[in-house]
């Protein structure tokens, strides 16, 4: 990534931090279809994927305030994109018509599991997050799934940097040890997604 990329970028995020509609455009132009691509390649959705954009995108708009503190923007979109997917995967998993509301066009045996996988990992992650005591809950989801930083966090929670990392260290050693009987199920998908 070029330094004038990444400058530029930090001023589109200053900009749309500060209500710049022109902002939140060029950065939605940038990276729909990164965000679509994401989704698409865990769905096999094209609807999904289309939503995903959308409600991603939404959350990045209602976020703004805080874009100015986002320091590898594509990173942050990927965790809101993984953990949006995640949630809707574990809402339709409810549902006792799963495979009919997802699109899988010329899946294989292979595929199919994978996305069985996919949701079942999206279920059980978010099972122990919720788990985890309120306030390393809150950290965990601030870091992880907001991409904000431990110094964010501690402004934010008005609590020390130190006291932020001592939570997110606890809450991922918690989150490491209930995943770990499931691991041999989701190899393939460590290669796509951090825990």
Known sequence: MSSNFSSDQSR????????????????????????FGTA???????????ETVQDVFLKVWQNQ???AEITHFENYLFIISRNHIFDTLKKIARDSSLVSDMEYQNASANDTDTEIKEQQYAVILNEIVEQLPPQQQKIYKMAKWEGLSHQKIGEDLGISTETVKKHM???LKFVRVKISPYMNMFMTLLLFFKI
Do not use: D, H, P, R
């Not at 589109?12 to 965000?35: C, D, H, I, P, W």
């Not at 698409?40 to 289309?50: C, G, Q």
């Open 12 to 35: 589109l995020l200053y900009e749309l931090s500060q209500g710049s509609e022109l902002a939140f455009t060029k950065l939605y132009n940038e990276y729909k279809n990164v965000v």
């Open 65 to 67: 305030k805080n874009l």
């Open 169 to 171: 260290s606890q809450a």
């Open 40 to 50: 698409f390649k865990i769905t096999k959705s094209k609807i999904l994927a289309e």
